[in-house]
């Protein structure tokens, strides 16, 4: 299994930004496809993004245009880049991968509030 942690959360103002990581152990990501997901309260997880092993990107049409999904396959870490921030993205955050089986970490908590 792999581990995940997750890092970078804060409160913000809307139209913020924030940098969240997501650094893994217990194997190798480099050949998975990861996600990024969120789960806001009273709400089911969701995949917001996603990114395959060869780079290429996938994104939830809510955070197009305003989040971006990276790979540091060197660092064993994902990371997702959060811009103009709006209060509906208030949620707390997770890495995993998008094959099932490996547990959830703790995440990290974003808010958006003026």
């Known amino acids: 299994q792999v581990q995940f942690v997750e890092s970078g959360g804060g409160l913000v103002q809307p139209g913020g930004s924030l940098r969240l990581s997501c650094a893994a152990s217990g194997r190798i990501i480099s050949t998975y496809s990861m996600g990024w997901y969120r789960q806001a309260p009273g709400k089911q997880r969701e995949l917001v993004a996603y990114?395959?092993?060869?780079?290429?990107?996938n994104y939830v049409d809510s955070v197009k245009g305003r989040f971006t999904i990276s790979r540091d396959n060197a660092r064993n870490t994902v990371y997702l880049q959060l811009n103009s921030l709006k209060p509906e993205d208030t949620a707390v955050y997770y890495c995993?991968?998008?094959?099932?089986?490996?547990?959830w970490g703790q995440g990290t908590q974003v808010t958006v509030s003026s």
């Open positions: 990114i395959r092993s060869d780079g290429s990107t």
């Open positions: 995993n991968t998008l094959a099932p089986g490996n547990s």
